[in-house]
């Protein structure tokens, strides 16, 4: 009798676990199932079910979180891979540069985007603002595949198809977290002057919700009366202050400092290039006057640097600040790309400066920046890049371009439907230079802008636009590149060139 229950207990648990086992077996199949389908949803689903299979085996019904997270933590592998590979690249032969600093650019760039993977893994969770943060991070480490790739497109030498090939698998898992994050919720919409900007009259006075009070101060009054006194420093070329050159003061700042840096820049022409590192944080530049304060450079394409190395101040250090201060690049305009100022820093902010060059003069690279009333000259996509930027006051101004040119104010480079970046040009003016405006204008056309990648993204709204702009508004990049994916838009604007209901047809899309 005794067997026989034995037999029976034995019989009975045989059944349930068979139960249990089928029931699991099925819930993992349409677990499967659905993350087969998400995938399908990225830009690379093979690279997404590499990275989730994992979870297909061992998780029942996971959260679009939780995979959005496996992704980045294959990302991070994959971009600390590609770190040894970069460094192998610099041996002697490995790859041959056909631009100046081509591979430094990509060596720096894809620091930066290990650093931002790291702080996105750490901002998934349901919290939508931790995670629009984390698609800041994201869109800005995959601007910086972009720059490197176009950096490399002249390269030669036995490690550069693998290092190419590499460099594009490792990205393509940045793209599908990127992807992810924003299907769980990331997506708090695309309106670039509204929700994260404070409206005007209200104690933010128009300036972004992440530039706080004692910023505020500092870009307004440029009071720095609550920074510690050991942490301010002077520039001056006459030898009377701390230090003669900028760069000097920057070397000075201490790195990942949590509190301001205050540079103050005397009246003088400083002709150098600084370099405002990632480990650099914090910095504010306080210059005499954009008319008397200038940092002077002149590197350029034509003389073989990348668009990107050829800044005459270039910014990688997070929460930079300046006021009263000019940046130029005089190569002038037969020179091709020539940047004054890149910005490839989140958080930053400028007030009352001037960025003067012509090609390529102020490179909004990547990340969240915001410019006040500042001067900005240039000829050819004299505005240009992937960041999320709001220009707010500003005097946008077109000078006379090379023999043949034709002026273009913007060339904004969004290329994922799932980056949350564009340009906001709100309140500016758009007029000619004095030599533009005392010569014959009709010879030469000046557009709002042309789509450089294929999301391209920028808006002009409530600015007055001078007659120079020509009725067109935007231009073509090339042939119809673009054209149905890019968001190109016109609000209440005013002046000659565009009465308030102007809109541009076959190049807005809403």
Not at 128 to 154: F, I, P, Q, V
Not at 245 to 258: K, R
Not at 345 to 362: F, P, S
Not at 479 to 496: A, I, K, R, S, V
Request: proline share 4%.
């Amino acid at each position: 009798m005794a067997s026989l229950a034995s037999a029976l207990v034995t019989c009975l648990l045989f059944l349930l676990m068979s139960s249990s086992n089928a029931s699991a077996t099925s819930m993992n199949a349409s677990s499967a199932k659905s993350i087969q389908s998400l995938c399908q949803t990225t830009p690379y689903p093979a690279a997404c079910l590499d990275s989730l299979k994992l979870s297909i085996s061992i998780t029942i019904n996971p959260s679009i979180l939780s995979l959005a997270l496996r992704s980045l933590q294959a990302a991070i592998s994959q971009a600390t891979e590609l770190s040894s590979l970069l460094s192998s690249a610099g041996r002697a032969g490995a790859l041959v540069e056909s631009q100046r600093s081509s591979l430094r650019d990509c060596q720096d760039l894809h620091q930066i985007t290990a650093a931002s993977l790291q702080r996105s893994a750490g901002l998934v969770e349901p919290d939508a603002r931790k995670l629009a943060d984390a698609r800041a991070y994201l869109s800005a480490a995959l601007t910086n595949r972009a720059t490197c790739l176009e950096g490399l497109a002249g390269a030669r030498g036995p490690l550069k198809d693998t290092l190419v090939d590499s460099w594009v698998a490792a990205y393509a898992h940045v793209s599908n977290s990127l992807s992810l994050v924003t299907r769980s919720g990331g997506r708090k919409g695309r309106r670039l002057s509204s929700s994260s900007y404070s409206r005007r009259g209200s104690e933010g006075r128009g300036f972004p919700a992440w530039v706080g009070r004692r910023e505020r101060r500092l870009l307004q009054d440029g009071n720095y009366g609550e920074v510690d006194p050991a942490s301010v420093v002077t520039v001056a070329p006459d030898g009377t202050g701390n230090f003669t050159t900028v760069a000097e003061a920057v070397a000075w700042a201490p790195s990942y400092y949590d509190d301001r840096t205050i540079i103050l820049v005397r009246a003088g022409v400083y002709e150098e290039n600084v370099e405002i590192p990632g480990d650099k944080t914090n910095i504010v530049l306080i210059g005499d006057g954009r008319d008397v304060t200038v940092i002077r450079g002149h590197r350029s394409v034509d003389d073989g640097w990348t668009t990107f190395s050829s800044a005459t101040v270039a910014v990688s250090g997070q929460g930079f600040v300046a006021r009263d201060i000019a940046f130029q690049n005089v190569a002038g305009p037969a020179k091709g790309q020539a940047v004054a100022l890149r910005v490839n820093a989140d958080l930053v902010a400028l007030y009352r400066c001037a960025i003067d060059g012509h090609q390529d003069t102020l490179y909004v690279h990547s990340f969240r920046q915001f410019y006040r009333e500042c001067d900005i000259f240039g000829t050819v996509d004299f505005i240009l890049g992937n960041a999320a930027v709001v220009f707010q006051g500003c005097n946008i101004v077109a000078k006379r371009p090379a023999s043949g040119q034709y002026n273009v104010i913007t060339a904004q480079s969004r290329d994922d439907p799932n980056e949350d970046t564009g340009i906001a040009i709100q309140n500016c003016t758009i007029l000619a230079s004095d030599e533009l405006a005392s010569g014959d204008q009709v010879d030469v056309k000046t557009f709002l802008g042309r789509p450089w990648t294929i999301y391209s993204t920028t808006v002009y709204m409530e600015s007055y636009m001078d007659g120079l702009v020509d009725p067109a508004g935007w231009v073509e990049w090339s042939g119809d590149q673009g054209l149905d994916t890019l968001y190109y838009g016109e609000y209440m604007n005013n002046g000659p060139a565009r009465p308030p209901t102007a809109v541009s047809p076959g190049l807005v899309t809403t």
